[in-house]
């Protein structure tokens, strides 16, 4: 009995001493992998990118306003006797000549007998607007018509107060309007107002119209448009230029290697933009892949993608 103990715990230290053996021979395995594993080089983080030279391009600025198309001038026509219309002699859309007779007015009272009455126009242009018609008490304090003259029309946009300083006296515009889709008419400014509204900050400002065939009319929506500024200028793409802590920069793809660099941008014109300064026009700049980009990364420069691609 004593043997068969001895034997059974001589039995257990072998499998104990065998189960040993082997974890320190996995765990010898594991380390001798780690340290193969750090010995191999890391794999490179190259990224692809797309890029290209900043290009010149004239860049012509702006300033839109809008408003209203005025008439010229404006009269109100008004009988100097009183009495009954007896006739009005025009009607609405009637052009009228200074001095023309526009309407008869009676002037019969009872007891008296007086001559019919002939209103005169006091100025030329298109009657706008009949407001006493036949049979009508009329005295010289009751208008009997108002009168437009058209020939001539105004524009009166509000002006941001921003952009007042880019428009002169006399200055050059164009004037669309929403009844002549893609048709654009010539204007000059005429007047600029010496107040700013306080609340909308814009400053009213008439230009003048020619309107010979009496197209453009009274109370029509106006777009008024002017050149601000014109000139020659470097862009970039949009997809180029990258925010960092509120600076503009850029990529240079220089030798396999991104190097940020600072830019000052100015418009921007659809998809490019202006780059007023740190840039020469002859680097190779990042555009897409930019936004992942940091100073000295690895980056490789491959060819745009078609729209078949």
Known sequence: ??????????????????????????????????????????????????????????????????????????????????????????????????????????????????????????????????????????????????????????????????????????????VTLEAYPGETFAARVTNISPICNPVSRTIDVELSIPNSGHRIKPGMYAEVEWIESQRSALVVPLTAVVDRGGQKYVFFADNGLARINPVTVGAVVGDVVEILSGLKGDERIVTTGAGQLNDKDKIKVVEPKTSQD
């Open 1 to 174: 009995m004593r043997i068969g103990k001895i034997i059974g715990r001589t039995f257990v230290v072998l499998i104990l001493i065998a189960l040993a053996a082997f974890v320190g021979y996995r765990a010898n395995q594991n380390i001798q992998a780690k340290k193969k594993a750090m010995s191999q080089p890391a794999p490179e983080n190259i990224v692809p990118v797309e890029s290209v030279q900043p290009t010149r391009m004239n860049i012509t600025e702006k300033t839109h306003a809008s408003g209203s198309i005025q008439a010229d001038s404006e009269i109100a026509i008004y009988s100097k006797a009183a009495g009954k219309i007896a006739q009005n002699l025009v009607k609405m859309g009637s052009a009228v000549e200074p001095g023309q007779v526009v309407a008869i007015v009676n002037r019969d009272e009872v007891g008296y007998e007086y001559k019919p009455y002939e209103v005169k126009s006091d100025g030329k242009g298109v009657v706008s607007r009949i407001i006493l018609n036949p049979g009508a008490t009329v005295n010289p304090s009751a208008p009997l018509m108002n009168l437009v003259d058209i020939d001539t029309v105004k524009a009166v946009a509000a002006v941001d107060e921003k952009k007042i300083r880019f428009i002169q006296m006399g200055e050059a515009a164009r």
